[in-house]
């Protein structure tokens, strides 16, 4: 080989190493924004993850509101249903009375 021929092919792989180098920056720039994106994402569902279960916790802290309203609310109509019966009741022996009378 001639020293023209040397100096061309070795031009040429300097070209390809340059290429290569460039290839890598970009791979290495788009790596990174991977990684962030990735670190975005993880952030965003732990985010999530604590709205959700923070959204649970209600949800039960309300079922155990409505399971007690509605043990009150039957408890009070029960006691409404007696009161009634007792009203019923003194209603008849108030008539006895004023009809002896």
Do not use: Y
Not at 15 to 34: G, I, P, R, S
Not at 77 to 85: Q, S, V
């Amino acid at each position: 080989m001639t020293v023209r021929a040397l100096q061309k092919s070795l031009q040429e792989e300097k070209e390809v190493v340059q290429k290569t180098k460039l290839q890598m920056v970009f791979m290495n720039n788009d790596l990174a924004e991977k990684d962030e994106q990735i670190t975005s994402l993880k952030k965003n569902l732990q985010e999530f993850e604590l709205k959700l279960k923070e959204k649970d916790n209600l949800m039960k802290q309300d079922t155990m509101v409505r399971l007690q309203l509605g043990k009150r609310l039957e408890q009070i109509l029960i006691d409404k249903e007696e009161a009634l019966e007792q009203l019923e009741q003194l209603r008849a022996q108030l008539d006895m009375i004023t009809s002896r009378s």
